[in-house]
């Protein structure tokens, strides 16, 4: 597994090509669920979306979808901790702001801690707490269409690591439409809302948020950031025909 840096400050973005295998990436595209997407209420931005904790997953995970069973053997336990030991300087950076919070000097320590990768919340007793820390994978199906867009976020505290999968059909296929990124003095470690893609916001969007990177909407390449205080990141409106969607593939690891 090798990690391709494409930006180190202000926050760690980076991609590990070719972690799809032909087959793979088919078989995921192939089963890519299609069935009660209709019935997902939108999110702001016209997003829809369903991950582990749904109840929709949890019916396709019981029936063995095969799409569910190949990200699972892909994201294991040894591939997360393989990559938490080669971030592991990057992580500990990203996680350093306000030390004197009490609530960060906490999360800096549940960083150093051994890892440990769970499906759940787990109760730890006394010793587990004070030696482990429990690391939880979710996999979201996301579905973006014509006029789609998230609007720029940090993304929640407990997040550590974000990993896109995207799935293009050949109208769409490296297009820059992927997660766009932002170099912004204003820190956001909390992820305070913030829509700044609306017209009361947009002055305020181009005097303090310069882009960066936008990914491209690329095949077979697992594209990841790391979660800290300016990991500002967003999906841009969404220029694509009406029978197109923008299909991806969202690994979260959370602590």
Same mark, same amino acid.
């Given at each position: 597994m090798e990690i391709k840096f494409l930006q180190k400050k202000p926050f760690y973005i980076f991609v %590990?090509?070719?972690?799809?295998?032909?087959?793979? #990436?088919?078989?995921?595209? !192939?089963?890519? $669920?299609k069935d009660g %997407?209709?019935? /997902?209420? $939108? +999110?702001?931005?016209?997003k829809k979306s369903f991950d582990a904790r749904d109840d929709l997953f949890k019916s396709l995970d019981n029936d063995k979808n095969l799409s569910i069973e190949i990200l699972k053997k892909k994201f294991d336990e040894k591939f997360f901790l393989n990559l938490l030991k @080669? =971030?592991?300087?990057? /992580?500990? +950076?990203?996680?350093?702001? !306000? =030390?004197?919070?009490?609530?960060?000097?906490?999360?800096? #320590?549940?960083?150093?801690? !051994?890892? !440990? /990768? +769970?499906?759940?919340? /787990?109760?730890k007793n006394l010793i587990q707490k004070i030696l482990y820390s429990h690391y939880q994978c979710n996999f979201e199906f996301s579905y973006m269409y014509k006029n789609s867009f998230i609007h720029p976020h940090t993304d929640q505290k407990?997040?550590?690591?974000?990993?896109?999968? #995207?799935? $293009?059909? @050949?109208?769409?296929?490296? =297009?820059?439409i992927g997660t766009t990124f932002y170099n912004s003095k204003i820190k956001n470690f909390y992820n305070k809302r913030m829509d700044l893609f609306d017209k009361e916001y947009i002055s305020s969007l181009k005097e303090n948020f310069e882009e960066t990177i936008t990914f491209p909407f690329k095949k077979k390449n697992l594209y990841c950031f790391i979660k800290s205080d300016s990991s500002w990141h967003a999906v841009k409106k969404l220029e694509i025909p009406e029978n197109e969607v923008r299909k991806s593939i969202n690994i979260n690891l959370k602590i």
């Open positions: %590990i090509e070719n972690f799809l295998n032909d087959n793979e #990436y088919q078989m995921l595209d !192939k089963n890519f $669920p %997407i209709d019935n /997902i209420a $939108p +999110v702001v931005g016209n @080669k =971030l592991k300087k990057e /992580i500990f +950076v990203s996680r350093l702001v !306000k =030390l004197a919070s009490l609530d960060n000097l906490r999360n800096l #320590y549940s960083i150093i801690r !051994k890892p !440990k /990768i +769970v499906n759940k919340e /787990i109760k407990s997040k550590l690591l974000s990993l896109m999968l #995207y799935f $293009p059909n @050949k109208n769409l296929e490296n =297009l820059n």
